[in-house]
C-alpha cells in the first residue's frame, strides 16, 4: 500500500514561515507528480503547488507565487513546501498529493495524504 504523510503544519502569525514535509512510502515505481492542496473552512480543495517530474518549472496558485516554494528529494521521495510572509488567508488544512505508479503496473494512480493544519493568526 501506499502512504503519504504530512508534517510540518502549526500556528503562526502573519509573515511568519513554515515548511511543510510529505514522504511517500510504499509500493513505488515512478512519481509523476507530487504537490499540494489545501481547503479552508467552507471553501472547495485548490491546488497550492504541483511539481512535474522531468519538467523545468513548477505550478503554483496565483496567491502564493513569490510566498511559497516547492521542492522535491527524488532520492527519499520527499515534497516541501515552503511558505514564508504567511497571511490569514492561507489558514486550511494542506494536503500532499502524489500521482504515481506502482511495480508491474501500467496506470497511474493518485494518492492523498492525512492533512496537515495550518493557522494564520492577525
Known amino acids: 500500500q501506499v502512504h503519504l504523510a504530512e508534517s510540518g503544519g502549526g500556528l503562526v502569525q502573519a509573515g511568519g514561515s513554515l515548511r511543510l514535509s510529505c514522504l511517500a512510502t510504499?509500493?513505488?515505481?515512478?512519481?509523476?507528480?507530487m504537490g499540494w492542496y489545501r481547503q479552508a473552512p467552507g471553501k472547495q480543495r485548490e491546488l497550492v503547488a504541483r511539481?512535474?517530474?522531468?519538467?523545468?518549472?513548477?505550478d503554483y496558485a496565483d496567491s502564493v507565487k513569490g510566498r511559497f516554494t516547492i521542492s522535491r528529494d527524488y532520492a527519499k521521495d520527499i515534497v516541501y513546501l515552503q511558505m514564508d510572509n504567511l497571511q490569514p488567508e492561507d489558514t486550511a488544512v494542506y494536503y500532499c498529493?502524489?500521482?504515481?505508479?506502482?511495480?508491474?503496473?501500467?496506470?497511474?494512480?493518485?494518492?492523498w495524504g492525512q492533512g496537515t493544519r495550518v493557522t494564520v493568526s492577525s
Open positions: 511539481s512535474t517530474t522531468g519538467s523545468v518549472t513548477n
Open positions: 510504499g509500493r513505488i515505481a515512478s512519481i509523476k507528480i
Open positions: 498529493y502524489a500521482n504515481l505508479r506502482a511495480p508491474d503496473y501500467s496506470e497511474w494512480n493518485d494518492y
